[in-house]
């Protein structure tokens, strides 16, 4: 509950700092049909290595869909994954952020383990 609380505050200030859309996110997440990969809801993955993201922090999403469009070229922040990098080099930077704004509002199971 706390959790869900601080998550919202968080996501309404990136939300009115960066504008982003996540009405615009969910139509470009069905569009590439990013679901193929990452499951129902973006939070059944089809295989034990591929991610779940729903819920996922906004920033952290923004960052590692960046990494992979920057991909190896930068050894310092890329990452250097052939199917993630090919799913996002079409999307600008807004994009990144409205689909990172858009999952991070499913509902998701991260488990917190204490
Ligand atoms: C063909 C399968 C496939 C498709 C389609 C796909 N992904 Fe992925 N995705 C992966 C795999 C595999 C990884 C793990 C890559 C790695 O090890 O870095 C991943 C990783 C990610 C990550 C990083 C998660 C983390 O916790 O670091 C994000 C974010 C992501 N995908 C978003 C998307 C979005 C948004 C789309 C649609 C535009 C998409 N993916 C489409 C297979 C796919």
Known sequence: ????????????????????????????????????????????????????LAGQYSDYLYYALRAYQVGGSNAQFGRNNAVMSSQVQAFSDADLH?????ISKLPGNFVVKK
Request: charged content about 10%; hydrophobic content about 50%; proline content about 5%.
């Open 1 to 52: 509950m706390k959790f869900a609380l601080i998550t919202a505050i968080l996501l309404s200030t990136i939300g009115v700092a960066q504008a982003a859309s996540a009405e615009k996110g969910q139509a470009l997440v069905e569009k590439a049909n990013c679901a193929s990969c990452h499951g129902a809801g973006l939070n059944a993955p089809i295989l034990p290595a591929y991610p779940k």
């Open 98 to 102: 409205d689909i990172a704004a858009y």
